[in-house]
């Protein structure tokens, strides 16, 4: 990474470790907290953990990084040799995050463009890697801020869970309230929309569901160059086979990643999540 240009982002990306290492990411971690006990994402507490915690019906909650903290990743990159900070996070409407950055970034030493991706997980992390991959061509600050913000845009989620319940838990389930009422007799379908959790489709079983989130996501790669992820929280046996078949069926695939959510969002979504990132490289 060119010294004159920073990336900031946080842990809700999930980017593998070797992004973040190749590309010299600053990566800052939310907390999640177990009972009483505050972890830190990624470092303290594990997909696993968050798992068995919710299985055993234990109160998990998550919280926003302060502005300090943003702050310190500010100075840091100043320090480093940076002359602008493009700070990517998750969508402002499941966290704090964003104003926290924006906080932080009204006070920095050098400018910091924060971007509200209005995404999360790998959906967040393509354009973060959008952003690197700009910096590294040697764009501007601004030139950076918008490969991300496009890639964003041409990025989409969708996801199936074994129940809504944890997402009603935690407030981030939106428009989806309306399937609560149902939820026993379906298996729902959700997407990213407007940085919202929104319903897509409900279906009637789990296999079926499975089924439709593949369907869906080789309908929305068509033709065009894609990268996809498949995401999962303590559902490998799904994950694995719906990964080997997105690989055979999607012509234009050029990176596929498949990756375990971390805390935060497994605190949200519960186990079961099962999720695909489609994430084209151009309209």
Same mark, same amino acid.
């Given at each position: 990474m060119p010294a004159d240009l920073a990336i900031v982002t946080d842990s809700t990306a999930y980017l593998p470790q070797d992004a973040v290492d190749r590309h010299g990411i600053t990566v800052v971690p939310l907390s999640v907290a177990v009972g009483d006990e505050a972890l830190v994402d990624g470092v303290e507490i594990s997909p696993k953990d968050v798992a068995e915690a919710m299985r055993a019906k234990?109160?998990?909650? #998550?919280?926003?990084?302060?502005?300090?903290?943003?702050a310190a990743a500010y100075r840091a990159a100043a320090e480093a040799g940076a002359l602008g900070v493009v700070s990517l996070h998750l969508s402002a409407e499941? %966290?704090?995050t964003c104003e926290a950055a924006r906080l932080a970034a009204a006070e920095a030493p050098i400018p910091v463009r924060v971007v509200d991706t209005r995404l999360i997980g790998m959906a967040l992390g393509y354009s973060v890697l959008a952003a $690197?991959? !700009? !910096? &590294?061509?040697?764009? %501007?600050? +601004?030139? !950076?801020?918008a490969a991300a913000a496009n890639r !964003? %845009?041409?990025? %989409?989620?969708?996801?199936?869970?074994? #129940?809504l319940e944890y997402l009603r838990r935690g407030g981030r389930i939106g428009a989806a309230r309306a399937?609560?009422?149902s939820a026993l007799a379906v298996k729902p379908l959700l997407h990213l929309s407007g940085g919202r959790i929104e319903p897509l489709e409900k279906v009637r079983t789990a296999s079926r569901a499975i089924a439709r989130l593949e369907e869906i996501a080789v309908e929305r790669a068509g033709d065009r160059e894609v990268d996809i992820t498949v995401h999962h929280l303590? $559902?490998? +046996?799904? $994950? &694995?086979?719906?990964?080997?078949?997105?690989? &055979?069926?999607?012509?234009?695939?050029?990176e596929l990643v498949l990756s375990e959510v971390g805390a935060v969002i497994g605190a949200h979504a519960g186990p079961g999540l099962l999720a695909v990132v489609l994430s084209p490289r151009s309209r």
């Amino acid at each position: 990474m060119p010294a004159d240009l920073a990336i900031v982002t946080d842990s809700t990306a999930y980017l593998p470790q070797d992004a973040v290492d190749r590309h010299g990411i600053t990566v800052v971690p939310l907390s999640v907290a177990v009972g009483d006990e505050a972890l830190v994402d990624g470092v303290e507490i594990s997909p696993k953990d968050v798992a068995e915690a919710m299985r055993a019906k234990r109160r998990v909650t #998550t919280s926003r990084p302060s502005p300090e903290t943003f702050a310190a990743a500010y100075r840091a990159a100043a320090e480093a040799g940076a002359l602008g900070v493009v700070s990517l996070h998750l969508s402002a409407e499941l %966290s704090g995050t964003c104003e926290a950055a924006r906080l932080a970034a009204a006070e920095a030493p050098i400018p910091v463009r924060v971007v509200d991706t209005r995404l999360i997980g790998m959906a967040l992390g393509y354009s973060v890697l959008a952003a $690197a991959e !700009a !910096a &590294e061509a040697g764009l %501007s600050l +601004d030139e !950076a801020t918008a490969a991300a913000a496009n890639r !964003a %845009s041409l990025t %989409s989620g969708f996801f199936y869970v074994d #129940t809504l319940e944890y997402l009603r838990r935690g407030g981030r389930i939106g428009a989806a309230r309306a399937l609560l009422g149902s939820a026993l007799a379906v298996k729902p379908l959700l997407h990213l929309s407007g940085g919202r959790i929104e319903p897509l489709e409900k279906v009637r079983t789990a296999s079926r569901a499975i089924a439709r989130l593949e369907e869906i996501a080789v309908e929305r790669a068509g033709d065009r160059e894609v990268d996809i992820t498949v995401h999962h929280l303590a $559902a490998e +046996d799904r $994950a &694995e086979p719906l990964a080997e078949r997105l690989r &055979e069926r999607v012509p234009g695939l050029r990176e596929l990643v498949l990756s375990e959510v971390g805390a935060v969002i497994g605190a949200h979504a519960g186990p079961g999540l099962l999720a695909v990132v489609l994430s084209p490289r151009s309209r």
